[in-house]
């Protein structure tokens, strides 16, 4: 469940895969100059970390209701994030064991695309509250 554009931390929501996208691109050029497998398993661990932040923001938009057993159907569900990374990881660290870096550093853009949002919201001017309409009591 996508949130709606109307809501007013969609923008944010909607900007963290594409910092990761951007990241995966630059750091994938990165790896490649190093070595085919390198870019190889960073492009796994980036597009790994694509897949979490999708399963995250549809676990957690379907969490967001008030029905209790709904929430903890999805909370429950939401482990599976973390059961996709431990899969990815050990299989690439089968066929890749020398790769390792390059694979945590693509499973980290995650982390690094929402740090930079973060950023970019602290810095952010915060929007003026909208004019009151209701009348005042003392005229």
Known sequence: MAPEAGEPDSGSLRRVPVFMGIFLLLGSAAWLCKSRPAALAFLVGGLTSLAFWALHAFLVGRMLTPAVKRRWFYAFLSLGKLTLIVLVLRGMMERYPEEGLPL???????????????????????????????PNDED
Do not use: H, Q, V
């Open 104 to 134: 945590a550093l693509g499973l980290l853009l995650f982390i690094a695309a929402i740090m930079l949002e973060a950023l970019l919201m602290a810095f952010r001017p915060l929007p003026d509250p909208p004019p009151n309409d209701t």
